[in-house]
């Protein structure tokens, strides 16, 4: 399987001349091909501008990003990027958005619908080719979005907050949909959000970033099994690890690991909490 990330002391300013700033810190992480990855950190400490530089669109300042030990150095289809907002054209049908990268690549018109097809059913739109963009809901356009980018068959999947513009159960629907696809397709995935439960209920591993200038400051691996459901969100150990992650983001960077015993959280002298003394 392909798709292993490699980022190595990665920094990266922004701003012009005197107003020049370092926006991603000396950022050092390694993802297995297949990994779901988040990137989790509060606003502005710059997860779209890690992002940015996976994808090719920024350069960093030091240090060096690879995928399956290519170096990145420009955007390239195989690391394909969705943003909160979509990026489909209006003026096109939903299916013609969707074959847009086999066009680019001169696949001829029968069977690039073909395979768009094949794509709009892996996200449950099956029904959706022949609509234009704004006739549909915004979950169904996040999901015209992703197929978009899935068609190119990229090695890694860039998500920058895709669904923080969706409501809390079209967003919920939206991340079991992502969790099925990624199973079936096989793809590393980069999901950057703000969103603890979000981050908890979706990845392998998660990087929790501190405020600007953006810094690693844990590295969480979650064992919850596989595949997951939406009862995860109201466990016991899902709700002591959104408390560190709670404590990491606002600025308790003292917070001791969470440790958990058969009857709940466990606290650091080693005695347990009950559930309502942890969340
Ligand atoms: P996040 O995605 O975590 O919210 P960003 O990566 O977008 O953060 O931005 C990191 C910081 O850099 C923010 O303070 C933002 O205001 C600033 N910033 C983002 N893009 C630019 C730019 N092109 N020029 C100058 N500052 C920028
Ligand atoms: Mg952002």
């Known amino acids: 399987m392909s798709?292993?990330?490699?980022?190595e002391n990665v920094s990266i300013e922004l701003g012009d001349q005197s107003r020049r700033f370092t926006?991603?810190?000396n950022i050092s992480l390694q993802l297995r091909a297949g990994e779901f990855a988040c990137i989790l950190?509060?606003?502005?400490?710059?997860?779209s501008t890690l992002l940015g530089a996976l994808a090719g669109h920024l350069h960093p300042r030091q240090g060096a990003i690879s995928v399956d030990g290519e170096k990145v150095q420009a955007p390239h289809p195989e690391r394909g990027l969705v943003f909160q907002h979509h990026t489909l054209f209006p003026w096109q049908r939903v299916i013609d958005n969707v074959a847009?990268?086999?066009k680019m690549k001169g696949v001829k018109r029968a069977e690039r619908h073909e395979r768009a097809l094949e794509i709009l059913r892996l996200v449950g739109l099956g029904e959706c080719g022949q609509q234009y963009p704004w006739q549909l809901s915004g979950g169904q356009q996040q999901r015209v979005e992703l197929a978009r980018v899935l068609i190119n068959?990229?090695?890694v999947l860039l998500m920058d907050e895709p669904f923080g513009a969706l409501d809390a159960i079209t967003r919920l629907r939206m991340q079991e949909l992502l969790l099925d696809i990624w199973s079936d397709v096989g793809i590393t995935v980069v999901f950057v959000t703000h969103d603890i439960d979000e981050a908890l209920y979706l990845a392998d591993r998660i990087f929790v970033m501190s405020p600007r200038p953006g810094k690693i400051i844990e590295e969480i691996a979650l064992?919850?099994?596989?595949?997951?459901?939406?009862?995860l969100l109201t466990t016991?150990?899902?709700?002591?690890?959104?408390?560190?992650?709670m404590n990491l983001l606002h600025g308790g960077l003292d917070v001791d690991p969470v440790k958990f015993s058969p009857i709940g959280f466990v606290n650091k002298e080693g005695s347990a909490k009950s559930l309502e003394a942890a969340v």
């Open 41 to 47: 950190g509060p606003s502005g400490c710059g997860k």
């Open 3 to 7: 798709g292993q990330v490699s980022i």
């Open 223 to 231: 064992n919850f099994a596989r595949p997951r459901s939406p009862e």
């Open 236 to 245: 016991v150990e899902f709700a002591g690890l959104k408390r560190h992650c």
């Open 153 to 155: 068959r990229p090695r």
């Open 100 to 102: 847009f990268g086999l």
């Open 23 to 25: 926006a991603v810190d």
